[in-house]
């Protein structure tokens, strides 16, 4: 736990360590407190159908707006949360936030909508993270089909026996699986083949400069030939401007998310951006 560690860092006394220990430890409380005082929010980003133009999906991403009205992105305290254990309140209060909104969003109209959740590894490693999420599904009235999971190379693989049960479980329910900033870890190819994937995203680091270098080129239009081979979908992140989004529509990426077509916007913001996508079709 956190005191542990703040204990070993003081028997080294190293002043930066001593330092760090408590920042750490301040945003630990910091972070309980959060949660106590509801002061997580989630912001939406949506996911473009390339074959179609329509958007059909929102991912969710956690902020903390704090007492200033200071929004604090995921990168500065996800770690910590990860470290001392709160991620598992803090995601599953993120899981039944979003699947809240996305049946709000569907009984609005928009029937097709699905929602991204992203899963930490420690959440992966808790018991019973089926029945948890059973029953937010069944207190928010979300339909399965509708909710997909995103996970990280490192989730599988750091214990693939069990992973790939839960996996499979989460699979039978309806739930879609999606390996998050694929092409970034150190996995082998071979876990395609054993756990029930549904959509792989490119990492954005492949995107950022697709339109200009080769390898990057090379190797996405490789990534979605092997998807597609595989009966996976995939998404390209981290799009940022007309040239790479016209690339991926020629090598037929299903889908796209970036700030090319929209930010992570508050919850207001998008459902002015489904009223227009619908307006838009309609016409
Ligand atoms: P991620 O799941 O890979 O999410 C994509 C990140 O890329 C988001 O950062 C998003 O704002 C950013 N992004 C989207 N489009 C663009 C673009 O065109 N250009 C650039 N440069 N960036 C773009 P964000 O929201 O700061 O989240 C960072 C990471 O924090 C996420 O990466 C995810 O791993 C984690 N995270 C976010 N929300 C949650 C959560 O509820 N639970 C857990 N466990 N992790 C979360
Ligand atoms: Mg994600
Ligand atoms: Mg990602
Ligand atoms: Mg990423």
């Known amino acids: 736990g956190s005191k542990e560690l703040g204990r070993s860092c003081y028997s080294l006394y190293h002043p930066d360590m001593k330092h760090h220990a408590n920042k750490r430890m301040d945003l630990e409380i910091l972070l309980r407190k959060a949660l106590d005082e509801n002061e997580f929010i989630l912001y939406y980003q949506p996911k473009v159908n390339l074959h179609t133009g329509e958007i059909n999906g929102m991912e969710a991403l956690i902020r903390w707006k704090n007492k200033l009205d200071q929004i604090i992105l995921p990168d500065a305290f996800i770690p910590i949360a990860e470290e001392t254990g709160l991620i598992n309140p803090i995601g599953e209060w993120v ?13 609005l109209g928009f029937g097709d ?6 899963l930490s590894p420690k959440q992966f490693q808790r018991q019973n993270l089926v029945g948890m999420i059973i029953s937010v599904l069944e207190e ?27 996996l499979q479980e989460l699979k039978q329910l309806g739930i879609k699986i999606s390996i998050d900033d694929f092409g970034t870890g150190f996995s082998s190819l071979s876990y395609l083949k054993f756990f029930p994937i549904d959509i792989l995203k490119i990492d954005r680091s492949f995107i950022a400069n697709i339109e200009r270098d080769d390898a990057d080129a090379k190797i996405t239009s490789a990534v979605i030939s092997l ?25 037929s990426c299903d889908y796209a998310q ?6 992570p916007v508050d919850p ?11 307006a838009f079709i309609i016409t």
């Open 227 to 251: 998807a597609h081979s595989l009966k996976i979908n995939v998404v390209a992140e981290g799009v940022e401007n007309g040239e790479q989004y016209d690339f991926l529509v020629n090598r």
């Open 268 to 278: 207001k913001e998008v459902k002015s951006l489904l009223v227009y996508d619908e």
């Open 140 to 166: 928010t009235g979300l339909s399965p089909n509708s909710l997909e999971l995103e996970v990280t190379e490192g989730i599988v693989m750091k214990n693939p026996e069990e992973a790939v049960i839960v």
């Open 95 to 107: 899981l039944r936030e979003a699947c809240r909104q996305c049946k709000e969003w569907q009984d």
């Open 258 to 263: 970036g700030n090319f077509i929209s930010k």
């Open 113 to 118: 909508l699905t929602i991204s959740v992203n």
